[in-house]
């Protein structure tokens, strides 16, 4: 029987309640965090707390818990609950409000953990042969908080469906391109790595992707729609789609309209990464996700 964890209980997961007057439903404020296992350890899982917790703050939500604490409680529920790969979720809402309205410090934290499908198949075909994206008018609330709203990303993604495109693309008004609905971006431009800086989710897959280009040939850059033109290659990063090669925009092909060779070799570099839990203690340690 699956377990869950709701402030500070471990329960029945079919039993996790969560108040209707609760501020994270009547008005959807909340935060989350999401990452997911490899052979069973869950991936950067403290850089993973400390944007939750960053998020967290932002929204004046007391999680009511610590970093530790929570650390351990997810570890728990990934024995209790014994999957060979496991999605896990961390949300805070904001409680219930005397006005219905404003959060008080009793907020509502709790954690899931779900299967993982393990089938890479999907994945290993996107890297091969590259998505397509849809660009979509939409500057998020708080780019940098990993909020519950989600609506403009649905909107988007339905947009995007019907034009069979893989995921949509956030753009400015004067074409500023931002991240996808779930995803952050990179483009190789007149041989060098960039990617946006500003209005954007920093993705924990991101900084680890960062950490592969070598120094000089990455910058962190305010990017438009014009400057596909000279693009070469581009790929996305995110917990799930790990490094997914980018082949067009709308009506913008990427380079040759396939993935190309750096974007390749960082893909064989994660693939490697992946495989060394050492590594991401270590890299979590030296070099913890905190520059938000």
């Keep these: 029987m699956s377990q869950a964890w709701i402030n500070g209980e471990f329960i029945d997961d079919k039993k996790l309640n969560i108040s209707a007057r609760d501020v994270g439903i009547l008005r959807g404020y909340g ?3 999401f990452l997911r296992t490899y052979g069973g350890e869950p991936f950067h899982l403290k850089d ?36 060979e790969e496991s999605a896990i979720r961390m949300v805070c809402l904001g409680g219930e409000s005397p006005s219905s309205m404003v959060p008080t410090d009793e907020n ?3 954690l899931i953990v779900e299967p993982f499908s393990a089938d890479r198949s999907g994945l290993e075909q996107n890297q091969q042969k590259g998505v397509f994206l849809a660009g979509f ?45 779930r995803a952050n971006v990179f483009f190789r431009i007149d041989g060098k790595w960039l990617t946006p800086k500003s209005d954007i989710l920093i993705g924990i897959t991101r900084s680890i992707v960062m950490s592969f280009i070598p120094e ?28 997914t090669p980018i082949v067009r925009i709308d009506d913008q092909l990427i380079g040759s309209g396939k993935p190309g060779p ?11 990464y992946r495989e060394e839990p050492a590594l991401w203690a270590k890299r979590e340690e030296e070099h913890p996700y905190g520059s938000f």
């Design 48 to 83: 993973h707390l400390r944007r939750f917790f960053f998020s967290a703050e932002k929204l004046r939500l007391n999680i009511g818990y610590t970093l530790e604490e929570l650390n351990s409680a997810i570890r728990e529920l990934l024995k209790r609950n014994g999957y």
């Design 262 to 272: 750096e974007t390749a070799e960082l893909i064989k570099r994660f693939n490697r």
């Design 216 to 243: 000089g040939e990455l910058m962190e850059a305010d990017l438009t729609l014009a400057d596909l033109e000279r693009a070469d290659e581009a790929f996305l990063t995110s917990s799930t789609k790990e490094i």
């Design 108 to 110: 509502t934290t709790y």
């Design 137 to 181: 008018p939409h500057l998020r609330y708080r780019a940098e908080v990993k909020t519950n709203n989600y609506i403009p990303a649905m909107d988007a993604l339905h947009e995007a469906e019907q034009k069979g495109a893989f995921d949509a693309l956030y753009c400015g008004k004067n074409g500023e391109i931002y991240e996808t609905t």
């Design 31 to 33: 935060v989350f965090d």
